[in-house]
């Protein structure tokens, strides 16, 4: 099959085998990584007897594959667990049931995912517009003062720690001026206008960090264009320097921009722990952390494929606009 | 007041004085070539009229005048007013000349509105008809195509096209043919013909080709190391040179018709040594039966050489000529065992050869990417000697020292690294891997085409030296025509992966019998203007029929 519906079936069926693999490498991982799963799940003052019931219940005695083989049921078709008392049924897709809390994955994700979705889109304008004007503008005061401060500033930008800009940030915009209320996650879907001032500091920081590589790699490709021969015959033609920055050069960065932003939006749903902590939003990136701590196999498992699921998706638009950017591309 | 006036123009960069004291004028309407070799810095005065080292590092002296504008004292915004709107130039490559990015139309109509005060829709309707009048069939539907979808032909039309928008007095164009195929080449000079004829434009063609030169201007200025050796009227400088560089340059370039007697062109004496060889008895060294060869699958696939059969006779040199993608490249490296042919054989000595064989070498086009930058030239000669198995440093070295001196080269170059070689010398580093595994034959793959006419000369009489003294076979791959007829006894011409033409030299080329022989032929820039007049007819009437 050809064309965009031939090229969205192939990506389709590659994410579903990637995902299976990360799953297999996750559980593989946390079978052969050392501890007593039952006796930190169970808690550090449960007698053994205890600890031995709790890794009945876990079906933690079982070997590997049947372990597996089990979780791939309950992604198909769902499973039904009993909680010593009650049973409770995990309907499909079923990531299975958090060792620490019996909550449903499945459940802990639609909690989790709008809070880093909210944080990683808004954040993903600001950086784009921060990055790639700093560059745009860097590559055209190339050479002079004002291009040597906005390099200083955005290395500056890359070199300061997130907990460092968003704290300064909160002290300063939150405390000392008193223009935003410490931030607090608040549903889009409850108040928008809310969801968007308690926002903005998280975007702002974690925009910061990453604007920087976006505007060097921005000046970088432009630079690169600058220098090819397309740019000589503007230049020949008397085309001023305004269009030739701002037309024929920064059209050679899209794509570069666009292969840098796809790999940070999928990295930044489950890796913006820092940021997450620092403004208290309970996103992907604190459950996952906090489920590793733990070992809460079934958590791991469901949030890595969630972060997965999202950089498959981000690369595949990331191809798509490649096609839109350049017509020369051609989607496989 | 002349349309363009240069007095005492020189260009530094840096170090290197590329441009050295010139002056010359240009009339309103009239038409000079800046003639040279690589180096010569004909390309840096082309820049230069147009203002381009501005701002690039590159110190210039001395005084450039373009249709009133002084360009060393002009402000920016006068500069921007000539360049296209005055002066406009045709740049060299038309692949990478146009913006990737944007439809064609699109960047013809931004050059038009910079000089001229019109809306969007009357800029791009500027566009098409500029595309109209430079040939461009379906201007109005092609003009919404991105640069990717033309040919190289058409790219070059469109940049032409470009250079008309805003009427300029003057047109610079810098090697406009060379990247072009032969007939493609001579559709573009026409172009540039037909439109001088219609406009009253003048031209400034900047080119290393002579037979280009001789077909389009009406006076010639020969440049060398930056400055000008001689300047005079086409038919005269080109007819009874006076300076000797001029002679030795003119005497390099390969001729079409028959070589004179008595010129003492260095590979004249190898084609008087091959027909010398012609009676000899000779056996067939290597026979192609039925090659056939595709890249690709399913829809995409594509054949690249269709049934071509051929014998290649002891001590002969067989040519092969083509356009680009005619299939001549894959041709040569099936003989080579390079690429497995998809069906048919290649016999080497009545036996057939699959693989790479010691007794076929082959010598590449680019001599810059066929050597390894980061090994010595003599590790890279080493190459086959090591692969044939000899271990022996010694005998290595002094056999390496050997090969080098064979192609002209030093002994103690052994320790050299490819970049410190000009590209002639590279060309005989490539040459001296080949003989290393002391072959029979030898498949040349455009071995000059990347190099200077003088220097390509000396190449090739190196080369017909090697035939006579070691009786190698050679077959030589080329897109040009004149070289393919100075040091070829037969020769194939091909069209689409097939051979549409075979025989002895003189005969493909007196009497050529398939229409697109005749073409080819026709296409061939003449150095003398009088016959290139000829030509031009005879291409109209070619294309007529």
């Known amino acids: 099959m050809s064309g965009f519906p031939g090229f969205v079936l192939r990506r389709a069926v590659g994410a579903v085998v990637t995902l299976l693999a990360i799953s297999v490498i996750v559980y593989v991982v946390f079978y052969v990584t050392p501890g007593n799963v039952a006796q930190i799940t169970c808690g550090p003052r449960c007698s053994p007897e205890q600890v031995d019931q709790v890794a009945r219940q876990l079906n933690l005695d079982d070997p590997l594959f049947l372990r597996y083989w089990h979780f791939l049921q309950g992604l198909v078709a769902g499973q039904d667990y009993s909680t010593g008392t009650s049973v409770q049924h995990c309907s499909a897709p079923c990531f299975g049931l958090s060792y620490q809390s019996d909550q449903q994955v499945t459940q802990l994700i639609w909690t989790k995912l709008p809070v880093s979705l909210s944080l990683v889109s808004g954040a993903m304008v600001l950086w784009l517009l921060l990055g790639v004007g700093t560059g745009v503008l860097s590559a055209w005061r190339r050479g002079r003062f004002s291009e040597r401060v906005l390099t200083g500033v955005t290395l500056a930008g890359t070199a300061t720690p997130v907990f460092v800009i968003g704290l300064v940030l909160m002290i300063v915009v939150c405390g000392e001026l008193r223009l935003l209320p410490f931030p607090q996650y608040v549903a889009l879907t409850d108040d928008p206008e809310q969801w968007a001032w308690n926002l903005l500091l998280p975007w702002l920081s974690l925009a910061l960090i990453e604007a920087a590589a976006f505007a060097r790699l921005t000046r970088a490709s432009m630079l690169e264009t600058l220098a090819e021969d397309h740019i000589r015959t503007f230049r020949a033609y008397g085309v001023g320097e305004r269009s030739i920055v701002g037309r024929h050069a920064l059209r050679g960065a899209f794509a570069p921009v666009i292969a840098l932003n796809a790999n940070n939006v999928g990295s930044a749903i489950g890796g913006a722990v820092l940021t997450e902590t620092l403004f208290g939003l309970p996103g992907i990136g604190q459950e996952l952390v906090h489920a590793v701590n733990v070992v809460d196999l079934p958590v791991v498992v469901g949030m890595v494929l969630v972060i997965g699921f999202f950089v498959v998706l981000a690369n595949a638009v990331a191809d798509v606009l490649y096609a839109v950017a350049d017509r020369r591309v051609v989607l496989t | 007041m002349s349309l363009v006036e240069v007095t005492g123009l020189s260009v530094d960069f840096g170090e290197l004085r590329a441009v050295d004291g010139l002056s010359f004028r240009l009339e309103e309407g009239a038409a000079l070539a800046?003639?040279?070799?690589?180096?010569?810095?004909?390309?840096?005065?082309?820049?230069?009229?147009?203002?381009?080292?501005?701002?690039?590092?590159?110190?210039?002296?001395?005084?450039?005048?373009?249709?009133?504008?002084?360009?060393?004292?002009?402000?920016?915004?006068?500069?921007?007013?000539?360049?296209?709107?005055?002066?406009?130039?045709?740049?060299?490559?038309?692949?990478?000349?146009?913006?990737?990015?944007?439809?064609?139309?699109?960047?013809?109509?931004?050059?038009?509105?910079?000089?001229?005060?019109?809306?969007?829709?009357?800029?791009?309707?500027?566009?098409?008809?500029?595309?109209?009048?430079?040939?461009?069939?379906?201007?109005?539907?092609?003009?919404?195509?991105?640069?990717?979808?033309?040919?190289?032909?058409?790219?070059?039309?469109?940049?032409?096209?470009?250079?008309?928008?805003?009427?300029?007095?003057?047109?610079?164009?810098?090697?406009?043919?060379?990247?072009?195929?032969?007939?493609?080449?001579?559709?573009?000079?026409?172009?540039?013909?037909?439109?001088?004829?219609?406009?009253?434009?003048?031209?400034?063609?900047?080119?290393?080709?002579?037979?280009?030169?001789?077909?389009?201007?009406?006076?010639?200025?020969?440049?060398?190391?930056?400055?000008?050796?001689?300047?005079?009227?086409?038919?005269?400088?080109?007819?009874?040179?006076?300076?000797?560089?001029?002679?030795?340059?003119?005497?390099?370039?390969?001729?079409?018709?028959?070589?004179?007697?008595?010129?003492?062109?260095?590979?004249?004496?190898?084609?008087?040594?091959?027909?010398?060889?012609?009676?000899?008895?000779?056996?067939?060294?290597?026979?192609?039966?039925?090659?056939?060869?595709?890249?690709?699958?399913?829809?995409?696939?594509?054949?690249?050489?269709?049934?071509?059969?051929?014998?290649?006779?002891?001590?002969?040199?067989?040519?092969?000529?083509?356009?680009?993608?005619?299939?001549?490249?894959?041709?040569?490296?099936?003989?080579?065992?390079?690429?497995?042919?998809?069906?048919?054989?290649?016999?080497?000595?009545?036996?057939?050869?699959?693989?790479?064989?010691?007794?076929?070498?082959?010598?590449?086009?680019?001599?810059?990417?066929?050597?390894?930058?980061?090994?010595?030239?003599?590790?890279?000669?080493?190459?086959?000697?090591?692969?044939?198995?000899?271990?022996?440093?010694?005998?290595?070295?002094?056999?390496?020292?050997?090969?080098?001196?064979?192609?002209?080269?030093?002994?103690?170059?052994?320790?050299?690294?490819?970049?410190?070689?000009?590209?002639?010398?590279?060309?005989?580093?490539?040459?001296?891997?080949?003989?290393?595994?002391?072959?029979?034959?030898?498949?040349?793959?455009?071995?000059?085409?990347?190099?200077?006419?003088?220097?390509?000369?000396?190449?090739?009489?190196?080369?017909?030296?090697?035939?006579?003294?070691?009786?190698?076979?050679?077959?030589?791959?080329?897109?040009?025509?004149?070289?393919?007829?100075?040091?070829?006894?037969?020769?194939?011409?091909?069209?689409?992966?097939?051979?549409?033409?075979?025989?002895?030299?003189?005969?493909?080329?007196?009497?050529?019998?398939?229409?697109?022989?005749?073409?080819?032929?026709?296409?061939?820039?003449?150095?003398?203007?009088?016959?290139?007049?000829?030509?031009?007819?005879?291409?109209?009437?070619?294309?007529?029929?």
């Open chain 2, 34 to 545: 800046l003639v040279g070799e690589s180096g010569s810095g004909k390309s840096t005065v082309a820049s230069a009229l147009l203002g381009l080292h501005h701002g690039t590092g590159a110190r210039v002296g001395g005084s450039v005048r373009v249709a009133g504008t002084d360009v060393q004292r002009a402000s920016d915004e006068e500069l921007r007013r000539l360049r296209g709107g005055q002066a406009a130039m045709v740049f060299q490559d038309p692949l990478s000349s146009l913006d990737p990015y944007y439809a064609i139309g699109d960047q013809i109509a931004e050059v038009y509105r910079v000089h001229a005060r019109a809306s969007r829709r009357a800029a791009r309707a500027r566009a098409v008809e500029v595309l109209d009048r430079v040939g461009i069939a379906d201007a109005a539907r092609r003009s919404r195509s991105r640069p990717h979808e033309f040919s190289g032909g058409m790219r070059q039309r469109a940049l032409i096209a470009m250079a008309l928008a805003c009427e300029p007095r003057l047109l610079i164009a810098d090697e406009p043919t060379t990247a072009l195929d032969v007939t493609v080449q001579a559709q573009v000079l026409d172009l540039l013909h037909t439109l001088r004829e219609e406009t009253s434009m003048g031209l400034l063609l900047v080119t290393h080709d002579v037979g280009v030169a001789a077909e389009s201007v009406d006076e010639v200025l020969v440049m060398r190391h930056g400055r000008a050796v001689e300047h005079g009227p086409v038919s005269r400088v080109l007819g009874a040179p006076v300076q000797p560089y001029t002679r030795e340059l003119l005497a390099a370039v390969p001729r079409l018709d028959a070589p004179a007697a008595g010129s003492t062109a260095p590979q004249e004496a190898v084609l008087e040594e091959a027909v010398l060889e012609e009676a000899a008895p000779k056996g067939a060294v290597l026979e192609a039966t039925g090659l056939r060869r595709e890249f690709g699958r399913g829809k995409r696939a594509f054949t690249a050489v269709r049934d071509v059969s051929l014998t290649l006779h002891r001590g002969e040199t067989l040519g092969i000529v083509g356009e680009s993608g005619s299939g001549k490249t894959t041709l040569g490296r099936m003989l080579v065992g390079l690429l497995e042919p998809t069906a048919g054989e290649v016999r080497y000595d009545g036996r057939p050869h699959t693989g790479v064989n010691p007794a076929v070498q082959m010598v590449f086009q680019d001599p810059v990417s066929s050597l390894n930058p980061r090994r010595s030239v003599g590790e890279s000669i080493a190459d086959p000697l090591r692969a044939r198995g000899e271990r022996d440093e010694g005998r290595i070295q002094a056999r390496v020292a050997e090969l080098l001196e064979r192609v002209g080269l030093e002994g103690a170059h052994y320790d050299r690294y490819p970049h410190e070689f000009s590209g002639g010398q590279r060309q005989r580093v490539g040459i001296a891997r080949a003989l290393a595994a002391d072959p029979r034959v030898i498949v040349c793959d455009e071995p000059v085409s990347a190099l200077d006419v003088t220097t390509q000369a000396h190449v090739v009489a190196l080369l017909g030296e090697l035939q006579r003294e070691l009786g190698l076979a050679l077959v030589f791959v080329a897109h040009d025509l004149a070289v393919v007829r100075q040091v070829s006894d037969r020769v194939a011409v091909m069209r689409q992966g097939r051979i549409v033409e075979e025989g002895p030299v003189d005969e493909v080329y007196g009497t050529p019998q398939d229409p697109y022989t005749r073409q080819l032929l026709a296409a061939v820039p003449a150095l003398d203007p009088e016959a290139a007049a000829l030509r031009r007819a005879e291409r109209r009437e070619l294309a007529a029929a």
